[in-house]
């Protein structure tokens, strides 16, 4: 008879917070501990009780990869093995590498073909017009242009813009003093300027300029969308995001959010999915226009999101979602939260002071004092009698308030 606590390991890609908030599920869910690789060991996997670390250098290069995969598994053929990435770049490698890994591990994944037209920014928007999903007005540069061709006569929309690759891991590979995720250019010549130097450092693929939307990060959602081994969507997940972080490397990622219900817009979604055939995880980030009332999808991940412990803490555990559907092959029933939850990684605190919308920060409070409130970091089990981890923790949160001290205005 199956016996999961025996049984299964979870195999996973990264080192982040990410990781650690699936490990979290897997633990929680199943009382497993998760075996994660990565490049190099950083603090949020370190010290754990729930996940069992091992650096590999040159992680990034495929045949060493496979080769730390298959080698693990050879020396856990009695177990059943699911592999997840936990970064684009690592679940671009497994969905690329499929073929030469499913014979050991279970992979909740779509192939590589669909993949190439989600991935690439340029390509997901022609889907969307597809779909008649709405998304931010477009001009895609497929190489440095001069500031004649970039003026708002000749984009189709006005400045202030954004500037952001096509390709975030091709992107990555090509690093240059002053690389950001995403930059906001007030000029054609600053367009310019942001375009020559993307394509001075290397990289080949196109890039979007896009037209910028009014508001800040409380205009933003999250969804996340899980669809079965048949592609049908079986649970649906909205947050509400209140604040991100604001680093330049760090910009965008979310530190705030509260679960909500779904707009109509996600609806489109789950059913663009369901056409596209897609399996597992995908993560969409989506901004509400204030102009036109409209909300707007950004871009699609092919996993869980970094901030994926926000599903889990409202309710939904995304290992079960894996478990019963890829190792039990059970047939789910369909779920979507519609409960408010609040989900931080950062203190309260700053999360009360930093976040623009008074009213979303009311809200916080109250379910703060309902216990309707989960942190990823703050997990007892792994922070019982285990000091070091503790110490990583609390230094974790102290330094969050010097990074919005110098990047973010104060709201009260």
């Known amino acids: 008879m199956l016996n999961l606590k025996n049984d299964l390991i979870p195999v996973l890609l990264g080192a982040d917070l990410n990781c650690y908030s699936v490990a979290r599920a897997f633990f929680e869910e199943y009382g497993v501990v998760s075996h994660a690789f990565g490049k190099y060991a950083i603090g949020a996997t370190s010290h754990s009780k729930i996940v069992s670390f091992y650096p590999v250098a040159n992680l990034d290069n495929t045949e060493i990869c496979i080769k730390a995969l298959r080698d693990f598994a050879d020396s856990h053929e009695d177990k059943i093995l699911i592999l997840m990435g936990c970064t684009d770049e690592y679940a671009e490698f497994i969905i690329d590498n499929k073929s030469r890994l499913e014979d050991k591990y279970i992979i909740p994944y779509i192939d590589t ?25 477009t001009y895609v540069a497929s190489s440095a242009e001069e500031k004649d061709a970039l003026t708002e006569e000749k984009l189709g929309f006005a400045y ?12 990555w590979k090509h690093p240059f003093e002053n690389m950001k995720k995403v930059y906001f250019s007030n000029s054609p010549e600053e ?3 942001i375009l020559s130097k993307i394509y001075a450092s290397g990289y080949d693929r196109k890039v979007i300029l896009q037209d910028t939307i009014p508001g800040g990060d409380s205009d933003m959602r999250v969804l996340t969308i899980y669809s079965d081994r048949n592609a049908e969507p079986k649970m649906l997940c909205l947050g509400h995001v209140l604040l991100e972080e604001h680093t330049p490397k760090g910009r965008g990622n979310h530190a705030a959010i509260i679960t909500e219900k779904a707009p109509e817009i996600c609806e489109k979604i789950k059913n663009m999915l369901k056409e596209l055939k897609y399996i597992g995880f995908a993560n969409f980030d989506i901004k509400y226009d204030r102009r036109d009332g409209i909300f707007k999808v950004f871009e699609i991940n092919l996993r869980q999101g970094r901030s994926n412990h926000y599903v889990t803490a409202s309710g939904i555990n995304i290992a079960k979602l894996v478990i019963d559907d890829r190792v039990l092959n059970e047939d ?18 700053i999360v009360y002071a930093y976040t623009e919308d008074g009213e979303a920060v009311e809200r916080c409070k109250k379910l703060s004092k309902e216990k309707k409130e989960g942190r990823p970091f703050f997990f007892s089990y792994d922070l019982k009698l285990n000091p070091v981890r503790t110490a990583f923790v609390l230094e974790n949160m102290r330094r969050q308030f010097k990074k919005y001290s110098m990047y973010c205005e104060k709201m009260r």
């Open 113 to 137: 073909e669909l993949k190439s037209h989600l991935v690439d920014k340029a390509s997901f928007y022609e889907i969307c017009e597809k779909y008649e999903i709405p998304y931010p007005k």
């Open 191 to 193: 367009s310019e300027e």
């Open 332 to 349: 789910m029933p369909y779920i979507e939260q519609d409960k408010e939850f609040f989900w931080h990684c950062v203190p309260k605190k």
């Open 160 to 171: 202030p813009i954004v500037i952001k690759p096509s390709s975030s891991i091709e992107y």
